[in-house]
């Protein structure tokens, strides 16, 4: 940025000069005074809240870490509070900082405080009770790995019994590397629910790569987006068509990394070794390569 003394010199020097040195030093000055005045711009963004998992370890204040109670969706998996599938990473390719990872982790015999037993740990976070908003832009980085019946997720959800309190699913893939999915549920439009959408990636581009998936949530409609680019438009009247529109009050942000269950399962038909997950990924597990890698998680207003 040009101090005030060195345009003052500048306009000074110019004012003294033929016309076209004037024209010079006044195109310098507009090169040099632009980008200041973009920059400015730019920091007038209303930022609820950003995460760029920067820190040493999860930022509690932030976030809270599920741990399994009851499993739904005949998921595989059970969410545990471990620094071995849940922890914050640095030189991850692709990232200028930390980086979330959570990691699905193949522990044969692992049992919950219910005394069920599971074959596979993982994490899930949600910002509930800190950080909730009401409209907006939520957005994350992320880069997943591939394989049938791994099924993580980023997405918002409202407080109180659901389908009611509204779910919006910003980002799912179920293991295909080809395509996520974007999908709301309230009341009567809620599981295998009709307001939800395939969005398959560009030729040569997949979800094993890095992306920004986010939503605009206004009053009356919600879009979704890959990279900036327009997957699936829901407008409150597509909603009411079915129900209640739910997307009116506080919801909260989830990361999780789900493992078989029935939307897997439901797609690749698999019901063993595992419910949705077929001994090909059992084995991506067991290699420790199944990840997902969250570069930061931003909601405006």
Not at 23 to 51: H, M, R
Not at 174 to 183: E, F, M, Q, R, V
Not at 260 to 274: D, F, I, L, R, S
């Amino acid at each position: 940025m040009l101090s005030r003394h060195l345009i003052n010199r500048l306009f000074k020097y110019a004012f003294h000069q033929p016309m076209k040195i004037l024209l010079t030093v006044v195109s310098a000055f507009l090169l040099f005074a632009i980008p200041v005045k973009a920059q400015k711009s730019s920091l007038k963004v209303d930022t609820i809240f950003f995460e760029d998992f920067n820190g040493k370890a999860l930022d509690r204040s932030k976030w809270n870490v599920e741990v399994t109670g009851q499993t739904n969706n005949n998921e595989q998996q059970a969410y545990v509070d471990s620094d071995s599938s849940l922890y914050v990473a640095q030189g991850v390719e692709g990232a200028k900082n930390g980086v979330l990872v959570i990691k699905a982790i193949f522990k044969p015999g692992y049992t919950s405080k219910e005394n069920k037993k599971y074959d596979f740990i993982s994490g899930r976070i949600n910002t509930e009770n800190k950080i909730e908003f009401t409209y907006g832009t939520a957005s994350a980085r992320m880069k997943i790995a591939g394989g049938a019946g791994l099924w993580p997720a980023f997405w918002a959800l409202g407080n109180g019994k659901w389908p009611d309190c509204g779910e919006i699913d910003i980002m799912e893939t179920i293991g295909d590397k080809s395509w996520t999915s974007n999908a709301l549920h309230g009341p009567n439009y809620f599981g295998n629910t009709p307001l939800v959408y395939r969005a398959f990636f560009p030729n040569g581009t997949d979800v094993t790569q890095w992306h920004v998936y986010s939503a605009d949530w206004s009053a009356d409609h919600i879009i979704f987006k890959v990279d900036g680019i327009v997957t699936y438009t829901v407008t409150r009247a597509m909603v009411e068509h079915y129900g209640r529109w739910a997307f009116d009050n506080p919801k909260f942000i989830i990361l999780n990394f789900a493992l078989g269950g029935g939307y897997p399962q439901g797609e690749n038909k698999v019901t063993t070794p595992y419910f949705g997950i077929p001994a090909s990924t059992v084995d991506i597990i067991k290699s420790g390569k199944a990840l997902v890698y969250v570069d930061w998680v931003l909601v405006t207003k």
